[in-house]
């Protein structure tokens, strides 16, 4: 049964299917509760849990999001079924985690990372037709750098407790959801009263939903960076049937739950800075790339033992808190008394971006092996 299993979820019908759920799941959790086109958006709520950790006070984004610990867990669960809880780590891990940083950067000047640009372009808003273009050409850049002999080392099999870090620290963090500690007057826990991190779904409903995208995805290894990945490195589209079915399902479920509206301005929590919109996904593209996962991807991986990916996530939760502290991370469009007032970044945010994309190719530069297998050194994760 479970090599059955195995070959369903290895096989496109099985990549097909897990996309599908999530396209459904992701806009259900909007209809119960979550931020509009944030059904599920693992830099936004990463971004969220570092506000509610008082990594960032920025008052309007701070919850500890359910969705977050049930994709671990989940794959947790899923790893331990099928044998594949493996304690490994690698080498690099200040290059994994300064990508992961950049990562979030780019993502939060965008406002979404690639799962939420696929669910905002299910429900209308076009200005994520552009951070999609901008994440395939940094996916495509770190492409070349792959092609190229590039490399961060490759992983070995480690302590066990190595890869029960990042599950604990979800099962940690679940608990503080529940029980709400104030640690000081005025301290954390920190939950948002207003704004996208006040609106959730309910506990259960949104760790059920976490729980079972990570069980599904960990079996079938969805992952959108590696779906643009193989296309252009091997002319695979494996990884890429998964995405197309998310978005299909997505545009479906949002059109029978009356969450479609479709525009280029003023969509919810998203600017129309086309330039930024563009960049900032290019950065976080390029990030992913190099790290071998996107966010998601990278949940995953530390769920099942990987704690390469569990360094990257780190990253991201630091450069949520940075992004916010330092004013870097993009404000969304507003109709101020019938005008629209266009959203976008800071010259901050705008420096940080060039920033990260200067680093990001200097990382790629400088981490090439001399000899190469095939004309690539990299590792599928």
């Keep these: 049964m479970r090599e059955r299993l195995t070959r369903l979820f290895a096989s496109r019908g099985g990549i097909v299917a ?10 259900l959790l909007q ?22 950790l008082g990594l960032h006070r920025a008052a309007a984004v701070q919850y500890i999001r359910p969705e977050i610990i049930g994709l671990v867990l989940g794959s947790t669960i899923a790893a331990l079924l099928f044998r594949e809880f ?50 395939a ?15 961060l080392g490759r992983t070995q099999k480690a302590s066990a407790v ?22 000081s007057p005025g301290g954390p826990i920190f939950f948002s009263e207003t704004g996208p991190g006040s609106m959730h779904a309910p506990l259960l409903i949104s760790l059920a939903v976490g729980l079972v995208v990570g069980f599904l995805a960990q079996r079938s290894r969805f992952c959108t960076m590696g779906a643009v990945r193989d296309v252009i490195l091997m002319g695979d589209t494996h990884l890429l ?22 525009g280029w301005t003023a969509m919810p929590v998203a600017h129309s800075s086309h330039l930024w919109n563009v960049l900032g996904m290019a950065l976080a593209g390029l990030a992913f790339a190099l790290a071998g ?30 992004s916010h502290n330092f004013s870097l991370a993009g404000s969304p469009d507003a109709i101020v008394d019938g005008v629209l007032k266009v959203g976008g970044l800071s010259r901050y945010g705008m420096w940080a971006v060039v920033l990260g994309l200067v680093v990001c190719v200097g990382i790629g530069l400088a981490m090439r092996e001399r000899a190469t297998v095939g004309g690539a050194a990299w590792q599928g994760r």
């Design 293 to 322: 996962g996107c966010p998601g991807r990278q949940l995953f991986l530390a769920g099942e033992g990987d704690s390469d990916s569990g360094v990257f996530v780190l990253g991201m939760i630091t450069g949520a808190g940075i």
């Design 86 to 135: 493996r304690a490994r780590s690698g080498s690099a891990p200040i290059v994994r985690y300064v990508l992961g940083v950049f990562a979030m950067i780019g993502a939060l000047a965008f406002l979404g990372c690639p799962w939420r640009a696929l669910l905002r372009l299910s429900a209308g808003d076009l200005t994520a037709v552009l951070g999609l273009a901008g994440l």
């Design 241 to 262: 049937s998964g995405i197309g079915a998310l978005v299909a399902v997505a545009v479906v479920t949002n059109l029978a739950l009356g969450q479609t509206r479709v």
């Design 18 to 27: 897990v996309g599908a759920v999530i396209g459904l799941l992701a806009p």
């Design 162 to 183: 190595v890869g029960w870090i990042v599950p604990a620290t979800m099962v940690g963090l679940l608990l503080l959801l529940i029980f709400r500690p104030q640690f």
């Design 31 to 52: 209809r119960w509760g979550n931020p509009p086109n944030m059904g599920i958006c693992v830099a936004c709520f990463e971004r969220d849990i570092a506000g509610a």
């Design 137 to 151: 050409a940094g996916i495509g850049v770190g492409v070349l750098f792959l092609r190229s002999g590039y490399s």
